[in-house]
């Protein structure tokens, strides 16, 4: 998420202020403030204060500027009149309506991003209706951008730069809203409605269950936030608390399906308005190819990588029966989702003590460390910034720290989800997080300093130009220099005792990589081959939920824990479905950061196995990797690999390279097993 700085009046400023500061004080301080500012009503792409907060009239509205208009015809006396012929756009036409643009969106981004900011870090209604108002603007406006931009379809002589910010606007809107007002006022207020339902989400354990007897004799709270669920579902063994803890964050997702079923006719009917045929072709083409393309490339890297995950789900799976026993966890078939040590089964290092394969051979308990030394979040997120600045890269503003919001308040609701920001588009970057001393946490917090290094690399760039190649590589930069996270740069940092120096110990650091990079794989494709399926009409509202399980069982091989019905809404339990947050990224990213690594690493004058590389405080390798954030979109994505790594197509064999010495042991160590499902 990003956002910019606009240039607006001192009045709807200072009303601007007013309102990010309310997610610092309490809610009935709040809902004062927000009456002082009287309604926020968005109109044509405008944020408007109501005339009683400022005085005197609301300003104009921000207009799409307008492609040139028909020549007026002369008629002379006694003549007929000249046929009206219409003015032909030019290059220069062109230039100076994305100029334009680029003015307009930066307003209103800004002020649609400072609303999202402040309703994810602090839910109330009124926050919710702020943020859905910013939203229905942005939309409004997009919209209304992209039909005339088709004045300039076909116009020769059209800059390479201009041509290419034409192009992006096309793809700008994430959910295209319809033209009509009420209903682009209704998908808006979905959005908002779906993020903050997420972010509300709590389970509360009846006295006399499992967790519920637990919690009530350890005096804790009466009601479970996702981080607490996680948090058993990463740490117990117990097959019963798992499968409460699962099944209690599942609960709260199906308040969610009906207006789900809403956004998608809705959001569906705005990509058709700009000539796609759904949301999911809107999507698909933002890669630099044609839709169908996109897809067979991902399925070519999908067949690259399978062969891998099927060996580690072969040996995790017979790990996991030996722990709770073949009624639990069948010879052949599906991996129960609660057993994975998370809670969507995405990623499976928070069992790793389960599948460790040479127990003893080196600890690897980063989280200990972190904890014995208590660590801070301030003290995590340093760690992580001292990794970019020994590459080169400039430190965090001074605002980055005021700003951000790193632990859970107690005080409110927020959306803990991890995500990263450029509230003003203007290198105004902050962290959205609620930090545990974990290793996880550290390789998020990398994670998403990527994103916001990314944005300071390219916040000079024209705003259509301030995205990532694609937006897998956005998400990939932070896990690239993860990599480079390697026993001993965690020795230096003292979180390791020692760094495991023997094959076993080699192979250990591989499992723990492997339980986070290999396993997610299937995971990041599933999620959007749902949704094309939704979008598409493919997969109907009453089939949402079994479509979903389908899907899960065949890329991952994993099963829900108990009978599931369309009374369910599964797929709403992870943020980035009622986020509308195109999930694909990820996929492509674990295969971008292999590839990437490789490529820096070669830049360093690395020799050895990619496992054992690790970039820090390497200039040469951080000047290569600059010049890459440094294009932002600006280029095709290929373009971008080819400043980077001399390569100009995904390539999954870095990962396999990667993971090799992992491999041969999986597949020896399974050699009995019944790998499949």
């Not at 400072?114 to 994810?120: F, G, I, K, P, Y």
């Not at 919710?128 to 910013?134: C, K, L």
């Not at 690259?304 to 069948?330: I, M, N, Q, S, W």
């Not at 986070?516 to 979008?535: S, T």
Request: charged share 25%.
């Amino acid at each position: 998420m990003q956002a910019r700085k606009a240039g607006e009046t001192a009045c709807v400023r200072d009303q601007w202020h007013l309102v990010l500061s309310a997610y610092a004080i309490t809610t009935r301080t709040v809902k004062k403030r927000l009456g002082l500012l009287g309604l926020f009503a968005f109109g044509s792409g405008w944020a408007v204060v109501a005339s009683t907060a400022c005085g005197g009239a609301a300003p104009p509205p921000v207009r799409t500027p307008e492609p040139p208009r028909a020549s007026q015809a002369k008629v002379s006396a006694g003549a007929s009149p000249e046929p009206v012929r219409a003015a032909q756009p030019t290059a220069e036409d062109a230039r100076r309506f994305v100029e334009q643009v680029d003015r307009d969106l930066r307003r209103l981004w800004v002020q649609r991003d400072r609303a999202n900011w402040v309703n994810q870090t602090f839910i109330t209604d009124d926050t919710e209706a702020i943020a859905a108002s910013g939203e229905e603007a942005t939309a409004a406006y997009v919209t209304e951008a992209i039909a005339k931009a088709r004045a300039f379809d076909g116009v020769p002589g059209i800059a390479p730069d201009v041509a290419r910010q034409l192009l992006l606007l096309k793809l700008a809107q994430v959910v295209p809203a319809p033209s009509n007002a009420a209903e682009r006022r209704e998908l808006a207020e979905l959005q908002s409605a779906m993020t903050s339902l997420y972010g509300k989400g709590q389970y509360c354990p009846p006295a006399k269950s499992v967790l519920g007897a637990k919690r009530g004799s350890n005096a804790g709270p009466a009601c479970l936030k996702l981080d607490d669920l996680s948090r058993i579902l990463k740490t117990s063994r117990s097959y019963d608390e798992l499968l409460e803890a699962w099944r209690g964050w599942h609960a709260t997702a199906p308040v969610m399906k009906d207006k789900y079923a809403r956004y998608t006719e809705l959001g569906n009917k705005g990509a058709k308005e700009i000539g796609f045929e759904d949301m999911g072709a809107l999507w698909r083409s933002g890669y630099d190819m044609p839709p169908q393309a996109f897809e067979a490339d991902v399925e070519r890297l999908w067949s690259e990588v399978k062969p891998l995950y099927d060996d580690l789900h072969c040996f995790t799976r017979a790990k996991l029966r030996t722990k709770y026993g073949e009624d639990k966890v069948p010879k052949r078939g599906p991996i129960p989702a609660h057993l994975l040590g998370n809670m969507w089964a995405q990623q499976w290092d928070g069992v790793y003590d389960l599948v460790e394969p040479y127990p003893g051979q080196g600890s690897l308990d980063v989280d200990k460390k972190l904890r014995d030394r208590k660590v801070t979040p301030v003290g995590m997120v340093k760690l992580g910034e001292s990794f970019f600045t020994s590459l080169g890269f400039d430190a965090l503003p001074k605002t980055f720290w005021e700003r951000s919001m790193l632990s859970r308040p107690k005080d409110r609701d927020v959306v803990c989800h991890a995500s990263a920001w450029d509230v003003s588009w203007n290198d105004d970057l902050r962290i959205k997080m609620c930090i545990e001393p974990t290793e996880d946490e550290l390789i998020t917090i990398h994670h998403e300093l990527g994103h916001n290094y990314y944005f300071h690399s390219y916040y000079k760039l024209p705003i259509l130009f301030q995205a990532g190649a694609n937006d897998g590589f956005h998400e990939g930069i932070g896990d690239t220099l993860a990599l480079s996270v390697t026993p001993q740069y965690l020795k230096g940092l003292g979180l390791l005792d020692q760094v495991p120096t023997s094959d076993k110990g080699r192979i250990n650091v591989q499992m723990k990589m492997a339980l986070d990079k290999v396993a997610f794989l299937p995971f990041g494709l599933v999620i959007d081959k749902w949704r094309w399926d939704v979008f598409s009409g493919k997969t109907p509202k009453s089939r949402y939920n079994q479509a979903w399980w389908e899907l899960r069982t065949k890329f991952q091989g994993i099963a829900a824990p108990d009978a599931r019905s369309e009374a369910d809404f599964d797929p709403g339990a992870k943020f980035h479905v009622p986020a509308s947050t195109p999930y694909v990224r990820y996929f492509l990213a674990r295969i971008y950061q292999f590839q990437f690594h490789r490529a820096l690493c070669r830049a360093a004058g690395h020799t050895g196995s990619l496992d054992t590389c690790s970039i820090f405080g390497n200039k040469q390798a951080g000047a290569k990797l600059q010049a890459m954030l440094e294009l932002g979109q600006s280029k095709p994505w290929p373009e971008a690999l080819a400043t980077l790594a001399g390569e100009t197509r995904a390539d999954a064999s870095a990962m396999l390279e990667y993971f090799a010495p992992l491999r041969a042991y999986l597949r020896d160590q399974t050699k009995g097993e019944q790998c499949g499902w």
